[in-house]
């Protein structure tokens, strides 16, 4: 391995970020000027991300594991749960943990789910959106809403 190469792999393994990867995505606007570069952090692609997710209808929200619950339980929420985000120069690939609706289908809501992902992502950065990986953790049971009257009138019974 030659010395550049080593020097490569030592700068991706040195920036892993939370959302995993490469820290950062250094995109050079003007191959005219040297010196200017634009930094794009995978934290910001990452809630790009959540925010279109949020707007598909079919997705219920983002699972984040044990750690993202707890952190909304204590009152924080976290646009990044449930993604990871890996950064190759001006590469993306994407990783999302999703919730689906009960009654939908879960290959056309993950199909548009990703359309609008690699859409929004690239018009928004200039990167190029690699790859995108859903896993469906779980599906959104709505709960009937004479179930939710009768939990509504026994918490008011029990005061």
Same mark, same amino acid.
């Given at each position: 391995?030659?010395?550049?190469?080593?020097?490569?792999?030592?700068?991706?393994?040195?920036?892993?970020?939370?959302?995993?990867?490469?820290?950062?995505?250094?995109?050079?606007?003007?191959?005219?000027?040297? @010196?200017? =570069? +634009?930094?794009? %952090?995978? #934290?910001?692609?990452?809630?790009?991300?959540?925010?279109?997710?949020?707007?598909?209808? &079919?997705?219920?929200?983002?699972?984040?594991?044990?750690?993202?619950?707890?952190?909304?339980?204590?009152?924080?929420?976290?646009?990044?749960?449930?993604?990871?985000?890996?950064?190759?120069?001006?590469?993306?690939?994407?990783?999302?943990?999703?919730?689906?609706?009960? @009654?939908? =289908? +879960?290959?056309? %809501?993950? #199909?548009?789910?990703?359309?609008?992902?690699?859409?929004?992502?690239?018009?928004?950065? &200039?990167?190029?959106?690699?790859?995108?990986?859903?896993?469906?953790?779980?599906?959104?049971?709505?709960?009937?809403?004479?179930?939710?009257?009768?939990?509504?009138?026994?918490?008011?019974?029990?005061?």
């Amino acid at each position: 391995m030659s010395e550049e190469e080593k020097k490569a792999k030592e700068g991706k393994e040195g920036k892993a970020g939370k959302t995993g990867g490469a820290d950062e995505a250094v995109l050079k606007p003007d191959p005219a000027k040297e @010196g200017d =570069s +634009i930094r794009i %952090s995978s #934290d910001v692609i990452a809630v790009i991300t959540s925010i279109v997710s949020s707007d598909v209808p &079919g997705i219920a929200g983002m699972s984040g594991g044990v750690v993202g619950g707890i952190a909304e339980r204590l009152g924080r929420r976290d646009m990044t749960k449930g993604i990871r985000v890996d950064v190759d120069e001006d590469r993306v690939s994407i990783e999302l943990n999703v919730i689906v609706e009960y @009654g939908k =289908s +879960i290959v056309d %809501s993950t #199909d548009k789910l990703k359309k609008q992902i690699r859409e929004h992502v690239e018009k928004t950065t &200039g990167l190029t959106v690699e790859a995108i990986n859903i896993n469906v953790q779980g599906i959104n049971v709505p709960q009937e809403e004479g179930e939710e009257e009768e939990k509504g009138t026994e918490k008011k019974e029990n005061k």
